[in-house]
């Protein structure tokens, strides 16, 4: 008697499916802070800074980077959602707030600086003293956030490998064949995700004082740019990179300014700016104030 092993490859088909879609909630799930529900999140000064920035969901991200300045760690991150634009760590702790206002104009200039000079990071200790004097000292903070979706969050820039292909089989067809080929790229591109998922987190692990041999050896980097007194490690499908100097990490960035400056410029592009005020000096006064009363919030 002959059986029919359809029904045992749809079976097969439905398990794929299913691991692939509660692998994609627990990642939507990692971390601290995520999920449309949180609409509140308390910061204190005595909170892990870096746990906290590291673990804050992408999709509240504009930009998050770590650099050493005279003898201090600063971990800043800029925030899509919410009144407050960014908060600065020192030594790990929070130390201050920074003006939505602020936080665009300097996201901004230092794109376009990286874009038509050289890579902001360069120049990493001198950007940080005029973001810190900018800055508004605080010992706490509550920031409160929708969960909306913004043109420049992290989740938005992110090159994460798509999963389209197992959540896709209602148009599998009959031939066991076909269905066989498509379910063994589906089990490929299920582990290309997990293997992503891995090498994420082990580069958002890297710290500034890190050798560069030690970054290489998580995964080769996947585009260098040499600049005057050192290089950039970029790492486009993760949109991370590293300044590194005398084979050392002085500044993690994520998203990569590299990668955004060459492919994705426009998400540096505020109405209005005065691109020739994006200096060190002037990059506070290079973005009209009635710009920001027009700009959209939200992604399309």
């Not at 692998?23 to 204190?44: C, L, N, P, W």
């Not at 290489?216 to 970029?234: C, H, Q, R, T």
């Not at 998400?267 to 060190?280: I, N, R």
Request: aromatic share 10%; hydrophobic share 40%; proline share 4%.
């Amino acid at each position: 008697m002959k059986t029919n092993k359809l029904p045992m490859i749809f079976l097969t088909a439905w398990t794929l499916c299913s691991c692939s879609v509660f692998s994609d909630r627990k990642h939507q799930s990692d971390g601290f802070y995520t999920g449309a529900a949180i609409q509140e999140i308390s910061v204190e000064r005595t909170q892990d800074g870096r746990q906290f920035v590291t673990s804050l969901s992408p999709q509240f991200v504009m930009e998050r980077f770590e650099t050493r300045n005279a003898g201090r760690t600063i971990i800043y991150v800029a925030l899509t959602d919410g009144d407050t634009g960014g908060l600065i760590f020192i030594d790990n702790h929070l130390w201050a707030t920074v003006s939505r206002q602020d936080a665009l104009a300097f996201y901004s200039c230092r794109g376009y600086v990286t874009a038509v000079q050289q890579h902001w990071a360069k120049e990493a200790a001198r950007w940080v003293d005029t973001l810190l004097a900018a800055s508004q000292e605080t010992h706490s903070i509550t920031l409160h956030l929708t969960g909306k979706s913004s043109l420049r969050s992290i989740v938005e820039v992110v090159n994460d490998p798509s999963l389209s292909q197992v959540s896709s089989l209602i148009d599998l067809g009959s031939n066991p064949l076909g269905i066989f080929r498509k379910l063994s790229s589906a089990r490929d591109t299920l582990v290309e995700h997990d293997y992503y998922q891995k090498t994420l987190q082990r580069l958002i692990g890297v710290t500034t004082g890190m050798e560069e041999k030690k970054v290489a050896e998580i995964i080769k980097p996947e585009d260098v740019s040499f600049v005057n007194g050192g290089l950039i490690m970029a790492y486009p499908r993760f949109s991370l990179e590293y300044f590194v100097s005398n084979g050392i990490v002085k500044v993690v960035q994520q998203p990569s300014f590299h990668q955004l400056s060459r492919s994705q410029a426009a998400l540096f592009y505020l109405p209005g700016t005065k691109w020739d005020q994006c200096t060190l000096q002037g990059w506070r006064n290079a973005v009209p104030a009635q710009t920001f009363d027009v700009l959209p919030h939200t992604a399309p």
